[in-house]
T-cell receptor, first 111, second 115 residues
Framework: SQKIEQNSEALNIQEGKTATLTCNYTNYSPAYLQWYRQDPGRGPVFLLLIRENEKEKRKERLKVTFDTTLKQSLFHITASQPADSATYLCALQYSASKIIFGSGTRLSIRP | DGGITQSPKYLFRKEGQNVTLSCEQN?????MYWYRQDPGQGLRLIYYSQIVNDFQKGDIAEGYSVSREKKESFPLTVTSAQKNPTAFYLC??????????????FGEGSRLTVL
């Protein structure tokens, strides 16, 4: 069965630095790879989607890469701020209904 | 504003009781989903529905039931057959049916605790 691993349960970095989160998967590549942000006690909020034929996607301070050879996606937040502290979820989408989520990485940005 | 509304936000249940979690959306989305989230784990799919009057089991459907009588509504019943129902339940939707369409829109979740 498909497995998703997000690099670590928690990541702590200094404000202003670039946060890099990793999502690795096994088996076959998805059509889409998505990243969500989840704050404590809230529902996830969609951030970015990248297609399997795309290498990189950017949105403001966010950048996502997708390497189907390595079976890995990297999620970067540049110029990180304490407000970026949250749990970030990686999700593999194979069809409209088949979306598999990782367990998330809890990111903390210290001032 | 368009969105997904889940209720109640917090719910306590005694063992042996069925409970129903509400999910309503005004986004005009065809597909709706129920996920379960446990601490340190990813979201796991319980049930999904791509169109009114049709729904399919997800990865962990045992002990749960759903209905989809209206496009806007997709309630989840946690039955007494669910062995470990304490969890955070998330409802989501995306448009339209039958295609890979991108992101899911989530509600704010319902936290169920069995006493």
């Amino acid at each position: 069965s498909q497995k998703i691993e997000q690099n670590s349960e928690a990541l702590n970095i200094q404000e202003g630095k670039t946060a890099t989160l990793t999502c690795n998967y096994t088996n076959y590549s998805p059509a889409y790879l998505q990243w969500y942000r989840q704050d404590p006690g809230r529902g996830p909020v969609f951030l970015l989607l990248i297609r399997e034929n795309e290498k990189e996607k950017r949105k403001e301070r966010l950048k996502v890469t997708f390497d189907t050879t390595l079976k890995q996606s990297l999620f970067h937040i540049t110029a990180s701020q304490p407000a970026d502290s949250a749990t970030y979820l990686c999700a593999l989408q194979y069809s409209a209904s088949k979306i598999i989520f990782g367990s998330g990485t809890r990111l903390s940005i210290r001032p | 504003d368009g969105g997904i509304t889940q209720s109640p936000k917090y719910l306590f249940r005694k063992e042996g009781q069925n409970v129903t979690l509400s999910c309503e959306q005004n986004l005009n989305h065809d597909a709706m989903y129920w996920y379960r989230q446990d601490p340190g784990q990813g979201l796991r799919l319980i049930y999904y529905s791509q169109i009114v009057n049709d729904f399919q089991k997800g990865d962990i459907a045992e002990g749960y039931s759903v209905s989809r009588e209206k496009k806007e509504s997709f309630p989840l019943t946690v039955t007494s057959a669910q062995k470990n129902p304490t969890a955070f339940y998330l409802c989501a939707s995306n448009p339209p049916a039958g295609e890979v369409t991108g992101e899911l829109f989530f509600g704010e979740g319902s936290r169920l605790t069995v006493l």
